[in-house]
């Protein structure tokens, strides 16, 4: 079962801030974060693995609720660089399983 | 910096051939995926390989494809008589364990029917 991500796109100029979340139906393990700009192959972000777990990246970090089961992405004072799809990744099954990835946030950074 | 490299990175086939799709994972990388995106939709999981055997696959994953491991570098997706539909960008990702590790990913082959 995918997770499904909201917003499905955003639209943000320079220095501005935004929030893109990542919810599933079931029990999570791990959420990865991944990036991938037109045309090239997804990038990691990072990967968070423990209930209530933040990590950062650049101006880029991440919560998990695991009670919640979602995950949520921040992107801090943003950089026309950081323009892309932005997928979050679950595992398939029940820990330990290879990822499924939500339908994408297309971020889109003007100056 | 070591990276999973994929070849071709273009193919354009006629509906009804088979076609093979090559990986070269990380040396030391005992997971492998192929994923496939359809232009501007999610990356899709197609199947998973770890000691020589596919350990999950997909709906997507029938009949039709098939992978392999045929030395000890390469690992490559066939599809063995292709539709309009699997027209799709194509991407070999390894990591060195499962769920709680980075997948690295090629730059992907992007395959055409026709």
């Known amino acids: 079962q995918q997770p499904v991500q909201s917003p499905q796109a955003v639209i943000l100029r320079e220095g501005e801030d935004a929030v893109i979340n990542c919810s599933s139906s079931?029990?999570?393990?791990?959420v990865h974060w991944y990036r991938q700009k037109h045309g090239e192959a997804p990038v990691f972000l990072m990967i968070?693995?423990?209930?209530?777990e933040q990590k950062g990246h650049e101006k880029i970090s991440a919560s998990f609720n695991e009670k919640k089961q979602q995950s949520s992405l921040y992107l801090t004072a943003s950089q026309l660089s950081y323009s892309g799809t932005y997928f979050c990744?679950?595992?398939?099954?029940?820990?330990?399983?290879?990822?499924?990835f939500g339908k994408g946030t297309r971020l889109s950074v003007i100056a | 910096e070591p990276e999973v490299t994929q070849t071709p990175s273009h193919q354009v086939t006629q509906m009804g051939q088979e076609v093979i799709l090559r990986c070269v994972p990380i040396?030391?990388?005992?997971?492998f995926y192929w994923y496939r995106q359809i232009l501007g939709q999610k990356v899709e999981f197609l199947v998973s390989?770890?000691?020589?055997?596919?350990?999950?696959k997909s709906e997507i994953f029938d009949d039709q494809f098939s992978v392999e491991r045929p030395d000890g570098s390469n690992f490559t997706l066939k599809i063995r008589s292709t539709k309009l539909e699997d027209s799709a960008m194509y991407f070999c990702?390894?990591?060195?364990?499962?769920?709680?590790?980075?997948?690295?990913f090629g730059q992907g082959t992007r395959l055409t029917v026709v």
């Open positions: 990744g679950t595992e398939r099954g029940s820990g330990n399983t290879p990822l499924v």
């Open positions: 040396s030391n990388h005992l997971y």
């Open positions: 968070l693995l423990k209930g209530g």
């Open positions: 079931k029990a999570l393990y791990s």
């Open positions: 390989f770890y000691n020589n055997e596919i350990s999950e």
């Open positions: 990702a390894s990591s060195v364990g499962q769920g709680n590790t980075e997948a690295f």
